[in-house]
């Protein structure tokens, strides 16, 4: 019987790599000459971010401090879902932000479907939070991930537990 190899393909987030992102934009916050004096704060609960400042344009210039952070860090930006900005008490406003993890059943089939109408030798299946591909030819599973790697899913993808 012919050997099958295999691989995942995941969204994972390290949220220890997040923490110390949030706890360098604290630390930025408390410094800028620019928010002095302002209701600004950052705040990681779980994998819920939530920024709060004085108006709209202190919490765009709050979000690029946290970007910046995360990028610094090796966080992809996709891995982050923002929420509606929303009024807060004391004339503030606020944004709340999630910390992706796992692969949503939405982006998993569009996955799935690529991988399929790409006509590559492999199958690819939804196995919770993530793919699995499977094939017998390791140059199958390599152009896979090559088409995986091409498109834009909107979540940071990260491939796995390659048994070959």
Partial sequence: MAQEFSFDIVSKTEMQEVANAIQQAQKELAQRFDFKGSKS???LTGEELTLV?????KLLSLKDIVEGKLVK???SLKAVEYAKLEQASMGTVRQKAKIVQGIEIEKAKAIVKSIKDAK??????IQGDQVRVTGRSKDDLQKAMALVREQDFGVPLQFTNYRG
């Avoid at 590559?120 to 299946?125: M, P």
Wanted: avoid cysteine; charged fraction near 40%.
């Fill in 53 to 57: 400042s004085d108006d709209e344009t």
């Fill in 120 to 125: 590559v030798k492999v199958q690819a299946s």
């Fill in 73 to 75: 860090r090796k966080v």
């Fill in 41 to 43: 704060e950052i705040t």
